[in-house]
């Protein structure tokens, strides 16, 4: 394995991930979000949405709903604020991706598995909402 062949498959990895962020703000920008809403994490009293699992062309995508962030994570690397972040992934069929999905608000931190949501997809209709404690 040369440092060519790591530069490339890093480098698809990072575009790919980029294509499903900008998938996932597409359907945000474009309202299309319910129609592809296979579940919603949500946080029990607070209501934030956590995490949005959505059928897609590509696949099943994790979405990491645009939201505050709060303490150290609110700073950029270049050290600007940054009070919203956009995040997503891919369940399923991306196994190099990440297994573990943070499902973080304010006032919610919690980790969400991808069995965890596999299993919740089989047990729900599709749109429903799942609570986090
Ligand atoms: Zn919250």
């Known amino acids: 394995m040369n440092d060519e062949f790591v530069r490339d498959v ?44 959505l059928d897609t062309t590509e696949g099943v995508l994790v979405g990491h ?22 995040r997503a992934a891919f369940l399923l069929r991306d196994s190099p991706g990440p297994e573990r999905f943070g499902a973080r608000c304010d006032h919610v931190s919690e980790i969400v598995t991808a069995e965890q949501i596999r299993a919740d997809l089989a047990a729900n209709r599709r749109g429903a909402e799942i609570q986090l404690p």
Request: with cysteine.
């Open 10 to 53: 890093f480098d698809s990895a990072h575009a790919a991930h980029a294509r499903r962020v900008r998938l996932y703000e597409e359907l945000v920008r474009t309202r299309k979000l319910k129609s592809h809403l296979l579940l919603t994490y949500r946080g029990r009293n607070c209501r934030c949405a956590l995490l949005h699992i």
């Open 65 to 86: 709903p645009p939201g505050k962030v709060s303490t150290s994570r609110a700073m950029k690397v270049d050290g600007t604020p940054q009070n919203r972040t956009k």
